[in-house]
Every structure is written in C-alpha cells, then in structure tokens.
C-alpha cells in the first residue's frame, strides 16, 4: 500500500483554468510534507514545506495546504509555463529509513 | 550558486562494469541522499547519509554502495551493474528535515 498517492495522475486546463492537485498521506507521524516540481529530464525543484495541519505557503500562482490526512496544490489562473510533473513528499517521524517517500506525481499540462 | 552536481550526466555500460557516480554540494548540507526514478514507480530512495561517515540504506539498496569521506561529496558506486539497475539517478541534499535540493540527474544505461 503506497504511503503517498497522488491524484490526478494527469490534468490538462486552459490557460487561467484554476485547479487542485491532491496529495493523501498515511504515516504515523509526520516530520514534514514538500512539494516539488519536476520539468522533463531535470531533478526536482523545491517549491514548499508543510509541517503542521492548517499551514499555508504561497508562491506566485502556487498554494499549498496541509490537513491531517492530505496536502492541496492550488494554481490559480495557470500559466503555459506552469506546465510540469508536481511531486508531493513525505518526511515520517521514527521508523528506519530517514529520507522522503515520494508520490508518483501529477503531470500537469496548461493549454494556451 | 547553490548547486548540486553530478558526473556524469549520461553514461552507457555493460553488465558487471564497476562504475561510480559523483555527486558535490556547495551549500555545507549535512544530509545527502540518492535516488533512482523509473516510469510508474516515482522517485525511490537507494542511500542516505546524515553527516559525513554515517549513511544508511533507503528503500532500495541492492546493488549500490555509497560512501561519506567528505561533507560535501556523495558519490554512488555500482559494483557490479546489471541490466535492471538502467534508471535516472538523482542525488539530493539538505539541512535536515528542510526541503531537498536535487543534482540535475545521471540517466544510465546498462547493457
């Protein structure tokens, strides 16, 4: 069972069609939740850090929020240079391995 | 600039090949981790370390060995490469629990 899933798996809007990507999570404890966007054949850019239920980062077009079982990614009024692959990660309290377990992603696609 | 490198950027090698890919940080992070990323299976994790001569295995360490001699350098060595070992390798790093910055990825092939 995957500890992160995200949803969609891919999504095409129109150039300033707002959305939301999902990120559902299912560790114990949670050190952390990131976002990160991912152009083709690049590594990962950093876009936020969550680490508590309620909190809120924003970023030009770019929203993130955390409950206690899901993160958000709003993009208002997207961009075609919005277009990319959006990769959510969790960082977990305790157990062995200390890195991030990463969702599949999102890959978003802005049509002008 | 803040970076994160690595070398090579591509590379084609046959089976049982040794190889190693180098990875260096400029920011001073403590933590460094590899991963590899295949179609349908996302971004896993092979090797951390959370300071220098400290590492760990991720999720899946088999067939790779990594070793911290230095703060800044990370390298991931295939003793013995094998066909199913061909991916896009990313090495990554950070202060901690802060967000990861990655290295712009080494795409291997194995024959």
């Known amino acids: 069972e995957d500890q992160v899933t995200q949803s969609p798996e891919a999504l095409r809007l129109q150039e300033g069609e707002s959305s939301s990507l999902n990120c559902s999570y299912t560790v114990s404890g949670l050190r952390g939740l990131f976002w990160y966007r991912q152009d083709p054949g690049k590594g990962p850019e950093f876009l936020f850090t969550l680490y508590s239920a309620g909190e809120e980062k924003e970023k030009e077009r770019l929203k993130a929020t955390l409950t206690k079982k899901e993160s958000f990614l709003h993009i208002t009024a997207p961009k075609p240079e919005d277009s990319a692959t959006y990769l959510c990660a969790v960082h977990e309290t305790g157990g062995g391995a200390d890195g991030l377990t990463f969702g599949k992603g999102t890959h978003l696609i802005i049509q002008p | 600039e803040a970076q994160v490198t690595q070398n090579p950027r591509y590379l084609i090698t046959v089976t049982g090949k040794k190889l190693t890919v180098t990875c260096s940080q400029n920011m001073n992070h403590e933590y460094m981790s590899w991963y590899r990323q295949d179609p349908g299976l996302g971004l896993r994790q092979i090797y951390y370390?959370?300071?220098?001569?400290?590492?760990d295995k991720g999720d899946v360490p088999e067939g790779y060995k990594v070793s911290r001699k230095e703060k800044r350098n990370f390298p991931l060595i295939l003793e013995s490469p094998s066909p199913n070992q061909t991916s896009l390798y990313f090495c990554?790093?950070?202060?901690?629990?802060?967000?990861?910055?990655f290295g712009p990825g080494t795409r291997l092939t194995v024959t």
């Open positions: 990554a790093s950070s202060l901690g629990g802060a967000g990861q910055y």
């Open positions: 370390s959370m300071n220098v001569e400290v590492t």
